[in-house]
């Protein structure tokens, strides 16, 4: 694997990383259900526009059947919501959203306003159920766990367990009580890979230093009959603070998941890690 590093990533700095889907998606359909998932794109100075607008091109040229989005659409305020919202209006596909810790330390009122006014729709410790090439999908949303506000047991109260399951959280370690209430693929972001993920220090500054078990990527079980929850965190798009980013995991990601595909159909980006 090639090694990468950038001070200021830019658009052709961005990779699309592609993966099958679980089991309750793969047994149960008939029909293609393709997702685009995008996180932590912190729209502002840090980040470069051409950067923002390349991974919504890369969403949108995956031709998605939904886009998930998990959070931290901001820095520390508002004054880029015009970027935001234009950002998110060339979404080609039915998108949904769950807020982030940024989001909630910006103005949460104002970001879910935003979010909507650009066709997203936002789940507020709730969920839904959508229709694709006519099979129910069930699609809960955790707000953000950072800032104390997810609420899991209110988010998946009268879930259907026959019916197959997505769930966003910003927070990755949320997905452990997903699992246990039915939702069989979990998105979620926050981490940013750590930004450095060069010689196992991502995991030393997010894993015992930060107390993150879930850094970047894939992890759990998508096709035992039992035990079957899988959980994908994103590298995300921006940054906060500073953009550096070293290591090809850290590299800005739009994750593209064929959720009716078994794994094993075709390679992967990497494969499962352990469920921690």
Not at 110 to 135: K, M, P, Q, S
Not at 193 to 217: D, P, T
């Given at each position: ?7 200021r ?17 793969y047994?149960?359909?008939?029909a293609g ?7 932590d ?11 923002q ?7 949108n040229?995956?031709s998605p ?10 820095a520390?305020?508002?004054e880029y ?22 989001d909630h ?45 997810a ?7 009268g879930l ?9 959280s ?37 894993g ?19 035990d ?25 990601e ?23």
């Amino acid at each position: 694997m090639a090694f990468f590093g950038h001070i200021r990533p830019t658009a052709r700095h961005l990779a699309v990383r592609r993966f099958a889907g679980s089991r309750p998606f793969y047994e149960e359909r008939d029909a293609g259900l393709r997702v685009a998932h995008l996180s932590d794109q912190h729209v502002g100075r840090v980040t470069p526009d051409a950067l923002q607008q390349a991974a919504i091109a890369a969403a949108n040229d995956a031709s998605p059947d939904l886009v998930l989005l998990t959070g931290d659409y901001v820095a520390y305020g508002l004054e880029y919501l015009d970027q935001l919202k234009t950002y998110l209006s060339a979404i080609n596909a039915r998108a949904f959203a769950v807020l982030g810790n940024h989001d909630h330390w910006a103005d949460a009122g104002e970001i879910r306003r935003v979010l909507g006014e650009a066709g997203v729709e936002v789940l507020t410790n709730e969920w839904t159920t959508i229709h694709c090439h006519g099979d129910a999908v069930q699609i809960v949303g955790v707000d953000d766990a950072y800032t104390g506000h997810a609420d899991v047991d209110a988010a998946t109260r009268g879930l259907d367990r026959r019916v197959p399951t997505l769930a966003l959280s910003h927070v990755g370690e949320v997905a452990d009580p997903l699992w246990d209430r039915g939702a069989s693929f979990v998105f979620s972001g926050h981490t940013h890979s750590g930004q450095i993920a060069v010689g196992g220090i991502s995991k030393l500054a997010l894993g015992r230093l930060g107390r993150h078990r879930y850094i970047h990527g894939l992890y759990g079980c998508r096709h035992h009959e039992q035990d079957a929850g899988a959980l994908y965190v994103n590298a995300g798009i921006g940054s906060s603070r500073v953009s550096l980013r070293l290591g090809e995991r850290a590299r800005p990601e739009v994750a593209v998941f064929d959720l009716h595909t078994r794994p094993g159909s075709f390679d992967e980006h990497h494969s499962e890690q352990l469920r921690v």
